[in-house]
Nanobody
Framework: QVQLVESGGGFVQAGGSLRLSCEAS????????MGWYRQAPGKMRELVAM???????DIGDSVKGRFSIHRDEFHRTVYLRMSILKPEDTAVYYC?????????WGRGTQVTVSS
């Protein structure tokens, strides 16, 4: 069973930076795609950034130019670098990965940005 473990969330002031990590375990396969969604209170879960096998990435419109996603395939880990954080970036950030056509989710990590 694939498990995703997120780390790196926390509390930061507006304009600051954070880096989230997500490590997959329980598989020797390469991911089909792996990345991050977020959900703020009262809002739908939205795509933040996703990296696909190869070099293709998807970045959410609300974070373009501020967030970037990177991978370490050997360690089955992806990183979300977040900069110029805004209060509206406050949310629970969930790691999501697809291995062999099956989607897996992490438990989420809280990011809080104060104004």
């Amino acid at each position: 069973q694939v498990q995703l473990v997120e780390s790196g969330g926390g509390f930061v002031q507006a304009g600051g930076s954070l880096r989230l990590s997500c490590e997959a375990s329980g598989t020797d396969s390469r991911f089909d795609e792996m990345g991050w969604y977020r959900q703020a209170p009262g809002k739908m879960r939205e795509l933040v950034a996703m990296i696909k096998r190869g070099v293709s990435t998807d970045i959410g419109d609300s974070v373009k130019g501020r967030f970037s996603i990177h991978r370490d395939e050997f360690h089955r880990t992806v990183y979300l670098r977040m900069s110029i954080l805004k209060p509206e970036d406050t949310a629970v950030y969930y790691c999501k990965a697809r291995f062999a056509g099956v989607d897996y989710w992490g438990r989420g990590t809280q990011v809080t940005v104060s104004s």
